[in-house]
C-alpha cells in the first residue's frame, strides 16, 4: 500500500506543480487500485486521491494551475505543430504571456481545420502510434494521432474510472456493442476491463436480435456470473436493442445485467427508463470525445454534465461569436485537452460542436466543484439546431411506443416555422398525432406541425445514428438447434 501513497502523493504534486507526469505514474495508480480490490474486494478509502475524483480546490490554487497548464499546452502547441505555429506568429502572440483572463485571444479551432489536415497538428516532438478515427455520423470522420504514452493515459484513467464510477469487479462481464472502427474506445474498454480481472465480449453493432441472444447466453464461467452484467453502446444502438426487446417479447429477467453505459449520442430521458425496464439495467451516460481524451464529463443526481478541470480547459461559447455564454444560455462546448496528458495531437480551443446550457445558478450538488453544464442537447448545424434540439426532439419521440426505435425524424424548414416528419409504425395516426403536438407544446417545441409517415421513402431525408454502422455477421438471428452427426 505504500506504492499507492507514493505515486498517489507524487500526482497529487504535479497536479500542483504542474510538473510532468509520466505515464507509468497513472499506470502505477491504476494497478495500485486493482492490487487494491484483488487484496480486499473494494477499492481504498484513499482513492478520493485519484484523478478524476480529486475533490474540492482551492479557487486561487485552481486559478494558477489553470494559467500554468493553458501556457504550457500553448507552448507545446506553437512550437511543435504547424497548425499553431502559423497561427501565434500571425497573431504576434507570446503563449508564455497568457492567462484564464485573456485566452480568449487564441481563435477556437473549427473542427474543419483538424479534418482537412491532421497532419499540421500532430506534435513533431511526438511519436505517433494509434490512429483513432471518430465515427463521423456528421460526415467526414476526424483523424486523431495519439502517441503511446497517450494511450496508456487513457487505459489508466479508463480503468480508474471503471473500478470507482461503474463498480467493475472481477466477477463482472462487459460487453461492447459500438462500432469496432471507433478504435480507442475499443482498446481503453478491452484493456482497462481485463486488466481489472472482469472479463470483456466484443459485439460490435450487430443486427439486434443477435446481440439480445449474446447478451442472454448463460456463461458457465467458474468465477464469473452467469451472464453478461455490464452493456457499453451508444444511444441510438440501444434504442434498437429496446425496439427488438420490446416487439418480440424478451422479459427484462432473461437478462442478468446490472449497468448499462451509454455515450456519444443523445440519450432522452423516456428512452433511459424504457431501457431499464426492458433490460432490467441501470443506464448511465457520460460524456466523453476523442480528440478531448482524457477529458470528459460525468452526470450528477441532480441532471448536470460535470467536466473534469484536471486534463482539460473548458468553455461554453456563442457558435457564431465564440462569445462566452452567459449564465442559462445555451452555447458550444470549446476543449483543450491540456499537456502532458497530451502529446501527440494537440488542440487550441477545439469546437466540438456539442450544444449545452450553461446553469442558471452555480449547482449545490455533490460534484459542485466541477464545471457543470446541461446534459448536451445536440449539435450545432445553424440557429434550427438551438430551437428544436435533438434533445427536445427525442423526448418528444421516445416516449411514444407507435414511434418505431430509434426514432427516425426530419425537420423541413416551412415560412410559418418547422414542420417535423416522423416514422410511425402505422397510418393513420390521428390519436398519435394529437398526443405528440400536445406534448411537443409543453417541451416548448415551437413546430407549425406534426407529418407521420409509415414508410421512410416518403419522408425527407432523416439523420444518420450510429446504430445505422451496423455490422453484418453469418450467424442468423434467431439459429435453428444444432444438429449433430449421429453415430452410425
Ligand atoms: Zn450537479
Redesign the pocket.
Known amino acids: 500500500m505504500f506504492g499507492t501513497a507514493l505515486s498517489q502523493l507524487r500526482y497529487g504534486m504535479a497536479v500542483l506543480r504542474n510538473g510532468r507526469i509520466r505515464p507509468r505514474d497513472l499506470e502505477r495508480i491504476s494497478r495500485d487500485l486493482v492490487a487494491t480490490l484483488a487484496e480486499f474486494g473494494e477499492p481504498g478509502a484513499d482513492s478520493a486521491l485519484l484523478p478524476g475524483q480529486a475533490g474540492a480546490v482551492d479557487p486561487a490554487v485552481r486559478r494558477t494551475v489553470t494559467e500554468r497548464s493553458l501556457r504550457a499546452t500553448a507552448r507545446a502547441a506553437a512550437r511543435h505543430t504547424a497548425y499553431y505555429r502559423r497561427t501565434f506568429d500571425e497573431l504576434g502572440l507570446d503563449p508564455g504571456t497568457l492567462t484564464p483572463e485573456t485566452w480568449d485571444r487564441v481563435p477556437v479551432t473549427p473542427k474543419s481545420a483538424l479534418r482537412a489536415l491532421p497532419a499540421a497538428f500532430v506534435s513533431a516532438a511526438s511519436a505517433p502510434a494509434l490512429m483513432a478515427l471518430t465515427t463521423g455520423t456528421s460526415g467526414t470522420p476526424t483523424t486523431v494521432w495519439f502517441s503511446r504514452a497517450e494511450v496508456e493515459v487513457s487505459i489508466a484513467m479508463s480503468t480508474v474510472s471503471a473500478v470507482l464510477g461503474m463498480g467493475l469487479r472481477p466477477h463482472h462481464v462487459l460487453a461492447y456493442a459500438g462500432c469496432s472502427r471507433a478504435t480507442l474506445p475499443l482498446v481503453n474498454v478491452e484493456e482497462s476491463v481485463t486488466r481489472i480481472g472482469a472479463a470483456f465480449v466484443q459485439i460490435g453493432t450487430v443486427d439486434p436480435a443477435v446481440a439480445l441472444d449474446r447478451l442472454a447466453a448463460p456463461l458457465g464461467l467458474r468465477g464469473k456470473a452467469p451472464q453478461i452484467t455490464h452493456l457499453t453502446t451508444s444511444a441510438s444502438y440501444l434504442a434498437a436493442l429496446v425496439e427488438e426487446a420490446e416487439q418480440r417479447g424478451w422479459d427484462a429477467a432473461d437478462f442478468g445485467l446490472a449497468s448499462i453505459g451509454v455515450g456519444g449520442e443523445v440519450l432522452s430521458d423516456p428512452l433511459r427508463e424504457r431501457a431499464e425496464r426492458a433490460l432490467g439495467a441501470r443506464v448511465s451516460t457520460s460524456y466523453m470525445m476523442t480528440e478531448a481524451v482524457p477529458s470528459g464529463g460525468t452526470s450528477?443526481?441532480?441532471?448536470?454534465l460535470?467536466h473534469t478541470a484536471e486534463f482539460g480547459h473548458l468553455e461554453v461559447v456563442d457558435p457564431v461569436t465564440h462569445a462566452p455564454t452567459p449564465p442559462g444560455g445555451t452555447g458550444i462546448i470549446v476543449q483543450t485537452p491540456y499537456v502532458p496528458y497530451r502529446d501527440c495531437t494537440l488542440l487550441l480551443r477545439y469546437a466540438t460542436g456539442d450544444l449545452v446550457r450553461r446553469p442558471e445558478a452555480e449547482?449545490a450538488?455533490?460534484?459542485?466543484h466541477l464545471p457543470?453544464t446541461s446534459p448536451v442537447l445536440g449539435r450545432w448545424s445553424g440557429p434550427r439546431s438551438v430551437e428544436t434540439p435533438t434533445r427536445s426532439l427525442l423526448t418528444l419521440l421516445d416516449a411514444e411506443r407507435d414511434v418505431p426505435q430509434p426514432a427516425r425524424y426530419a425537420i423541413e424548414e416551412r415560412p410559418g416555422g418547422p414542420l417535423l416528419h416522423v416514422l410511425v409504425r402505422r397510418l393513420p395516426a390521428t390519436a398519435l398525432r394529437g398526443r405528440l403536438e400536445e406534448r411537443a407544446t409543453a417541451l416548448g417545441l415551437a413546430l407549425v406541425g406534426i407529418v407521420p409517415h409509415d414508410d421512410p421513402a416518403t419522408m425527407p431525408t432523416t439523420g444518420p445514428v450510429r446504430a445505422d454502422l451496423r455490422e453484418h455477421t453469418f450467424e442468423a438471428a434467431h439459429p435453428a438447434p444444432v444438429r449433430l452427426a449421429s453415430p452410425a
Open positions: 450528477c443526481d441532480e441532471g448536470h460535470h449547482p450538488c455533490a460534484m459542485a457543470a
